[in-house]
């Protein structure tokens, strides 16, 4: 009996003691640390990553990717799918069924007016929103009733799943900004400091540029989450002192995106009280070719593409293009650059699994001798200082990438292979800021790729890359006419490979479009129209004590923050 | 003296209107792209759609004008309407100086950001001014005695060791090793008790150190050598041969007649602190005005740094005429006329 009572006792105990682990706010305070400051927590109006990841503890979107790329409804009920009917037979609509049970954090009902409203928010050309493209092709989104969403798009859309889905198209509340649309978007500070949202946190203070504090929301869905009763988010500083602040003093629980020496990563790491967690997306560092004339002598035709009609006097001949490729050892950039944060990869699509194509593996085996044969072959004959000569004009190239450490190691490391080949190489870096930028003013930006090769990373939103591989087409091309905003920076044009685009866009099975994206990438690979370098990871490190994380590439690392929590 | 200053203060203003022209221009030139740092994965129309909405390219002299209005009459009105409750009619739908970046006023930022850079680099540099002109003074009454000997190699250490090593090595031994101070400013911190009062002095003891190491070293050099300009002086030797005591020629005399080109380093310097130490507020994540500039840099946030910039040639200019002002009190024989 005694037993008995004993055993009841102990079962009571830890019936309390689990009510009480599993209460909202137990956990105190998470610091997380991000060396780019949020600069803002619209989303819809961010000027980077920061600011998305910044948001997506307050704001929510109707579906989430989860770490293997598949979906998960956040403020859906399910996910649609043709099976299920939420997506139409000719796939020209989608229907979304929303949670009726979730409520904003200043306690009015989330309903299916909200998503309608974020949808006029966006496609309103005036208000600049950067997740304008997410709302592409679609032609009306309406209400059917409080808690069901059904949008229409003018083509047949195989993956209808970006509108409403992520990290950057999440649900705005209608009733806070309603007298944001277009123009108005810039001036609502208020609005843009301190959405409303559903998610486990709000926002408490807002400091632009400098720091975030979160506190548990009460009204969320679930009642034992978060763990955490506050969150800051502190901005500034770089990312080897970020890293340390996780990995070594213990100041910050999480540090985001931090591309630091991998030899002084695990220097900081052996101090035993955090460690490195990273996931793999599609973003690859590659070499772009140039596939245009950029002589200056040009003028006004420099870099342009005139229908094939200006090609590169140099990189033109595929056998150039190989020989340049084969000379590089992949395997020593990615142990100097990245370390356990990269990859060797010969596919500028390594990501999703059912993508990758395993048709381009030799690139990864370096081969002088053989690229020296292929140049030989091409008519380009060394000349008295080693420089490879053909019809007068000197093997030379220009070679440019924005400032990073790694990647001006890189070019370092590959002028030096080049320079066995009997390949004159300039090197060129230029401020991220104007690299990246589209000032049609400036001579050095990515788009008008004034240089012979370039080098940078770039991914796919998402896990679906259509819009991705729809890069290298010959209607993507950038010049003039479209002041350099083209996506396909290096005018290369292949009917056949505009083909498999259009058929892309036909086809539903996942199957057959795994195929035709394989033989896309193969193309872009074996031509030689781009040379991927290094698959790179996201990197972040998180205490030891940090328990629940999943970090992840295809939406925001902090997609959970709701099961987060403290361990011992 | 009042004829002087309104002279000066006329003069001031096409100056200023001139610089901020100047500022303008060399800004608008330089290249660079607020979509610039936006993930590669936005397309290119999309990019285009946000400068549209930004404004970025609008013709030159439509934007200085949009900014010199909000600049000169916009925010005026809103600071007073702030600060008093006030508000003006017929004014509601003006514009602020928005930063790019943020969308939200440039003034609020820099009303956000300034107490901790006035706590931790107007801290730093009282601090350097009040340990360099007692050690200036000192080795300079004492030239090459030990203490002058020593004095010299610090500063020297001092001045030519940049604070974004001296900051790191602060950190790697206090934060990380002895795991005294913390490495990261908590600009959310209020302090409102002895406890939140201790951990406020903790987290600027580094910042400020590693600063006003810097600045005394740079100041006592040159308290020193005006010193030894003025010790050797004739007028010195009258003062000894009157019979006045030492203390009082040294302090009353000699280091009257240094000040007065200290007092304009000293004037001059501080605009400097209005801008913050950018490499220092970094590396201790201050988050101060130097941040809030060299990060309006790295993203083409024209307006904001457009802003601060202006700001301080404002400071630059009215430092100076206040410099000026001070000689008058410290040497008598400077006369405005």
């Not at chain 1, 002192?241 to 999480?254: C, F, P, Q």
């Not at chain 1, 630091?260 to 690859?284: C, H, K, N, R, Y």
Request: aromatic fraction near 10%.
């Amino acid at each position: 009996m005694k037993f008995l009572r004993t055993i009841i006792l102990i079962v009571g105990l830890l019936a309390l003691m689990g009510t009480s682990l599993a209460q909202r706010g137990r956990d105190g305070n998470l610091d997380l640390l991000y060396w780019q400051a949020v600069s803002i927590l619209n989303p819809y109006l961010s000027g980077g990553t920061k600011d998305i990841y910044g948001s997506s503890i307050v704001l929510e979107p109707l579906a989430r990717y989860a770490p293997d790329g598949s979906f998960v409804p956040f403020l859906a009920a399910e996910i649609p799918t043709v099976e299920n009917g939420g997506i139409a037979e000719d796939l020209t609509s989608i229907t979304w069924k929303l949670r009726d049970d979730v409520v904003w954090s200043d306690g009015t009902p989330f309903t299916a007016a909200d998503v309608v409203f974020t949808g006029e928010y966006c496609m309103n050309d005036e208000a600049g929103c950067t997740a304008r493209n997410f709302f592409n092709d679609i032609e009306s989104i309406e209400a059917l009733d409080d808690h069901t969403v059904h949008i229409t798009f003018s083509v047949p859309k195989p993956f209808p799943y970006s509108a409403f889905v992520s990290a950057e198209s999440p649900i705005l509340q209608r009733a806070q900004f309603a007298d944001c649309i277009g123009v108005r978007a810039q001036a609502c500070s208020a609005q843009n400091f301190g959405p409303i949202g559903t998610g486990p946190f709000v926002v408490r203070d807002f400091r632009p540029n400098d720091v975030v504090t979160y506190e548990a929301n009460e009204l969320f869905r679930e009642a034992d989450k978060p763990a955490f009763q506050t969150v800051t988010l502190k901005g500034g500083g770089d990312a080897a002192s970020a890293a340390r602040a996780v990995l070594e003093t213990g100041e910050a629980d999480w540090a985001w995106n931090l591309q630091v020496d991998p030899v002084v990563l695990a220097q900081m790491e052996a101090a035993g009280i955090g460690q490195l967690t990273s996931s793999f997306g599609t973003s690859v560092e590659r070499i772009l070719v140039n596939f245009t004339n950029v002589d200056a002598s040009l003028g006004n035709d420099r870099g342009e593409y005139m229908d094939g009609n200006n090609p590169h006097p140099i990189l033109a001949d595929l056998r150039v293009r190989q020989a340049l490729s084969m000379a590089i050892d992949r395997e020593i950039l990615v142990e100097i650059g990245y370390g356990p944060t990269g990859t060797t990869t010969c596919n500028i699509i390594p990501a999703p699994e059912i993508y990758a194509s395993s048709a381009n593996d030799d690139c990864l085996m370096q081969d002088v001798e053989g690229a020296n044969a292929l140049l030989d072959e091409a008519g380009w004959e060394r000349g008295a200082d080693g420089v490879r000569v053909k019809d007068g004009r000197r093997f030379s190239l220009l070679y440019q990438t924005s400032t990073n450490a790694v990647r001006q190691d890189f070019q370092a490391l590959i002028k030096e292979w080049w320079e066995e080949l009997g390949v004159e190489v300039e090197l060129r870096n230029i401020d991220a800021g104007v690299f990246f930028g589209n000032d049609p003013s400036s001579p050095d930006t990515y788009g008008k790729f004034w240089a012979d090769v370039q080098m940078f990373t770039s991914s796919a939103a998402g896990t679906d890359v259509e819009a991705y591989a729809n890069r290298w087409t010959c209607g993507e091309i950038s010049g003039r006419q479209n002041q350099w905003l083209g996506n396909n920076q290096h005018r290369w044009c292949e009917s056949e490979y505009d083909a498999l685009s259009d058929q892309l866009a036909q086809t539903v099975d996942i199957d057959e479009r795994a195929e035709l994206i394989k033989a896309m990438n193969d193309m872009l690979v074996q031509d030689v129209a781009v040379m991927p370098l290094v698959h790179r990871a996201d990197v972040s490190a998180r205490a030891n004590s940090l328990m629940g994380t999943q970090k992840q590439s295809w939406d925001s690392e902090l997609w959970n923050i709701a099961d987060w929590y403290r361990g011992q | 003296m009042a004829r002087f200053l309104v002279r000066r203060l006329l003069v001031a203003i096409p100056t200023l209107i001139a610089i901020s022209f100047i500022i303008f221009a060399v800004l608008d030139l330089a290249p660079g792209d607020p979509t610039g740092n936006l993930p590669l994965t936005i397309p290119a129309e999309v990019r285009e759609q946000v400068r549209r909405s930004l404004g970025v390219d609008d013709p030159f002299l439509i934007k200085y004008a949009k900014w010199a209005r909000q600049f000169f009459v916009y925010e005026p009105i809103s600071l007073f309407e702030n600060a008093t409750g006030i508000t003006f009619p017929g004014q509601e739908g003006r514009l602020r100086i928005l930063s790019w970046q943020t969308r939200s006023p440039v003034s609020d930022l820099i009303v956000q950001r300034l107490p901790q850079t006035l706590w931790v680099v107007g801290l730093a540099y009282l601090l350097g001014i009040v340990i360099a002109i007692p050690v200036g003074v000192y080795s300079a009454y004492r030239q090459y005695s030990i203490f002058d000997q020593v004095g010299t190699l610090v500063s020297m250490i001092g001045f030519s060791v940049p604070t974004f090593f001296t900051g790191l090595l602060a950190i790697i031994v206090f934060s990380v090793h002895l795991k005294w101070f913390p490495s990261i400013y908590d600009t959310t911190l209020v302090v409102r008790d002895w406890p939140s009062f201790v951990q406020q002095l903790r987290q600027m003891i580094m910042p400020v150190t590693v600063l006003a190491f810097f600045n005394a070293s740079q100041l006592s050099r040159f308290m020193r050598s005006t010193m030894l300009d003025n010790i050797h002086q004739d007028y010195a030797r009258t003062a000894r041969s009157k019979g006045l005591k030492e203390r009082v020629v040294i302090l009353q005399h000699v280091l009257r007649n240094s000040l007065i080109p200290v007092v304009t380093l000293i004037a001059l310097g501080i605009p400097g602190v209005f801008t913050g130490a950018i490499i220092t507020e970094q590396i201790f994540r201050v988050n101060g005005l130097g941040d809030l500039l060299i990060r309006g840099i790295y993203n083409s946030d024209i307006p904001l740094v457009q802003t601060i910039t202006f700001m301080f040639a404002v400071l630059i200019v009215f430092f100076n005429i206040l410099a000026d002002v001070a000689y008058g009190y410290l040497d008598p024989r400077i006369r405005y006329v």
